[in-house]
Structure formats: structure tokens, C-alpha cells
């Protein structure tokens, strides 16, 4: 039987076990409604409690400024929409980064038909945004400045401080998407003047469809689904009791070993970089080559279609993608990669592989080996590479 070596971590991880054990019995033993008042449901409601304590802990929050959601893509629709409902008397526009997820970039999109302006910041080269830029941006009008933490893609982490302090000195409210950081780097939302962040217990080797929303007390937004008092009258729903405890669950074993993981997996990252720049020509790494999540790897291989790569890959076990996996189908080459400059051949032969700590320097050996007979082949099929190479001998 064929192994399958996972190297997808960024579109979602395994669930730990540990995570599913603690989840188990709030599906058939402690399963009461947390709203109801009877004592049987009072473990489920103090569950839910204990959750939200453990993960505010893991940046240094309190407690109720954590509100439970679905996941990342609500969690962003929740920050800009009702920022924008809450603060339009204030003004009407918002400074985000052309390498945003696409659940910022579409909501920008809605907010500008409801009549707000958006300015779309440039980034340079290894995906970073430029703090002149953004100083610049500002506006009078500007209510909200949302930056993510770590692009999902390219791995590039954003100089969060500084944005946050930008942010703080013009009284403009900063939220980050930090759905592909947290539980990977060390995050402060006091230290670095965040107001909103989103994450999601997937990327972290929790369940699917359970996210958070860090609201700032004190920022004044509102409810984002209505219909009952959940998470204290701002997003109404019955509780996802066992989502929310394999989350707690994941977000402490995910702080307790961050370190630990940063490490290995960083040594592992610079390993396969170094394989790959070194054996297969005509390759660059996208993103920043130091400043970037400690998992994360993104090639762009020359004379190579990215689709045709994936398919080879999967062939011989192993899992990546050529960017998110939000818009995998998509025949458009990487927004992302296109904003750092790539041309639009370039961007179509990019993959990402994103490791974990179960990935091991065999598996690297093998991911690389596999890649230069992949690469090799795909190029030998195309007349541009042929031609390119007769040039090269001139």
C-alpha cells in the first residue's frame, strides 16, 4: 500500500486524539443546551468556560473577549461588516493587502457596494507590506485596518507590532486574520495593539467548524447573527459544545509545544529549501526565506504547470497544493503570487507544501526525489523549457 505523506497543513490538520477524546463525551453523555437552566446542563455550560479562559490565556486575553464562530471565514465577515455597520458615522473606509484570504477580500468587495471605500495596499517582493504605505493610506474617514497575521500561502509574517501601533496612534480599530499563526507563533493582542483577530481550531490540529472572534473590550460591534443571547448577545446559535472543546483542547496542547514545534518544523522547512534551490533549476522560494511561518514552503518551478504537478505528486502519495485550498479549482494563478510580482507563467507552476510534526527528513528525502523526476518530466513535455535551453547553450 502507497504512503501518503500529508504536506497540506495550512488547508487543515489532523485532529489530535487527545482532541477527540476530550470531545466525546459532549456528544452523548454531557449533550445539554448550555442556555438552559436545569442542572444537567451545567457541565456543558461550564465546559464551554473553561475553553474560552484557555484559549484567551494563549493571547493574553480575557475570557470574554473571545466569542466562538464557526471558523476564520466567519470570524473575518463578523470583524469588517459589523466594524463597518458599527463605526460608519465615524467614516467609511477600510486599508487592507492585495495577499488578504479572499474571506477579507470578497467582504471588502461587499462593503464597497454598500458604499465604502477600500484601499488595497501593495506588498513588496517576499509579500510584506510596506508601513509607508499604510501610513500614507490614512485617512480622516479610515474606521478599520485589517492586515493578516501570516499569509495562508507564501508563509510571510507582517510586521504586526508596527501596524498595531500605527493603528493605535491614529485611533483606527486593527484587526489581523490570524488563522494560519495562531498556535504557530507567539501572538499578544495587548503587546500588539490587535482589536479583532480571527482564528480557527482546524489549522491546529483541532475540529473543523469551530473558530473565535477576539473582540477588544470596548470596540463597539455588533451582533453578526442574530436570533438568541449566545456569546453574549453578539452571535446568536445554539453553542458547538464539543467543537468548542476540542478547540480549548487544541489551543492548549498547541501553546504547551509551540516552541518546541517552531523548532523542528523550521529545521525541516530549511532542509527542504535547501534540497530543492540546490537540485532543481529554475526555482525560487515565494515568500520571505526567514521571516515566514516555521511549516511553510512555496516554490515556484519554472516551465511547469502547477495542476499537472499536484496530479504527479498525488500520484506517488503526497499531498500540497498550489495555494489555498479555499480556491482550489480555480484557474487563475495566485493573487498573491501576482502580487509579489510574479508573471502570470511563473505563478501557475507555484506549490505549496506545509509541514507538521509528524513530517520526517525521510519524508523530505522522498518529496524532493519525487519532485526532480516530476519537474524533469514536465518540463521535457513543453517546447518553452526546449527553448528556453537552446538559448541557454548559445
Known amino acids: 500500500m502507497k504512503k501518503t505523506i500529508y504536506l497540506d497543513n495550512a488547508a487543515t490538520t489532523k485532529t489530535r486524539p487527545e482532541v477527540v477524546e476530550a470531545m466525546l463525551p459532549y456528544f452523548t453523555e454531557i449533550y445539554g ?6 442542572d444537567f446542563s451545567a457541565p456543558a455550560k461550564e465546559a464551554v468556560a ?13 475570557a470574554k473577549d473571545i466569542y466562538f464562530t464557526a471558523g476564520g471565514s466567519e470570524s473575518d465577515n463578523w470583524a469588517l461588516k459589523a466594524t463597518a455597520e458599527a463605526y460608519r458615522s465615524k467614516g467609511n473606509h477600510i486599508i ?9 477580500l470578497h467582504t471588502c468587495e461587499y462593503l464597497e457596494k454598500q458604499g465604502f471605500e477600500v484601499t488595497y495596499l501593495d506588498v513588496d517582493e517576499f509579500g510584506t507590506v510596506k508601513l509607508d504605505e499604510l501610513k500614507k493610506a490614512i485617512r480622516p474617514t479610515t474606521i478599520l485596518i485589517s492586515i493578516m497575521f501570516a499569509n495562508n500561502e507564501i ?58 472572534l477576539y473582540i477588544r473590550t470596548g470596540v463597539k460591534i455588533r451582533s ?25 483542547k487544541a489551543a492548549e496542547i498547541a501553546a504547551a509545544t509551540m516552541d518546541q514545534r517552531a523548532a523542528y518544523e523550521s529545521e525541516l522547512r530549511d532542509y527542504l529549501i535547501d534540497r530543492v534551490m540546490n537540485e532543481i533549476p529554475y526555482t525560487r522560494v515565494n515568500g520571505h526565506r526567514t521571516n515566514r511561518l516555521p511549516n511553510n514552503v512555496n516554490f515556484a518551478f519554472q516551465f511547469v504547470e502547477g495542476e499537472s504537478l499536484l496530479i504527479m505528486l498525488d500520484g506517488k502519495g503526497i ?12 484557474l487563475d494563478p495566485s493573487h498573491v503570487l501576482l502580487a ?34 516530476i519537474v524533469g518530466r514536465l518540463r521535457s513535455m513543453t517546447p518553452l523549457y526546449e527553448d528556453f535551453m537552446k538559448k541557454q547553450a548559445k
Open 224 to 248: 453578526f447573527v442574530h436570533g438568541g443571547a449566545q456569546e453574549r448577545k453578539r452571535r446568536a446559535g445554539t453553542e458547538n459544545v464539543p467543537g468548542i472543546v476540542g478547540f480549548g
Open 33 to 38: 443546551n448550555p442556555s438552559s437552566v436545569y
Open 96 to 104: 487592507t493587502s492585495k495577499i488578504e484570504h479572499h474571506a477579507i
Open 50 to 62: 473553561k475553553a474560552r479562559e484557555t484559549i484567551a490565556a494563549t493571547i493574553g486575553a480575557p
Open 340 to 373: 509579489i510580482g510574479l508573471p502570470h507563467e511563473i505563478a501557475h507552476g507555484s506549490l505549496r507544501l506545509t509541514l507538521s510534526e509528524e513530517t520526517t527528513r525521510e519524508d523530505i528525502d522522498f518529496v524532493v526525489e519525487s519532485l526532480k523526476e
Open 155 to 212: 508563509g510571510t509574517i507582517q510586521p504586526i507590532k508596527e501596524i498595531g501601533a500605527i493603528a493605535k496612534e491614529h485611533g483606527i480599530l486593527f484587526h489581523t486574520d490570524a488563522v494560519q499563526a495562531y498556535g504557530h507563533v507567539p501572538i499578544n493582542v495587548n503587546e500588539l495593539n490587535i482589536d479583532m483577530m480571527s482564528a480557527s481550531g482546524h489549522k491546529i490540529n483541532g475540529p473543523k467548524g469551530i473558530g473565535f
Open 319 to 330: 499531498c500540497g497544493s498550489s495555494g489555498s485550498a479555499c480556491t482550489s479549482g480555480s
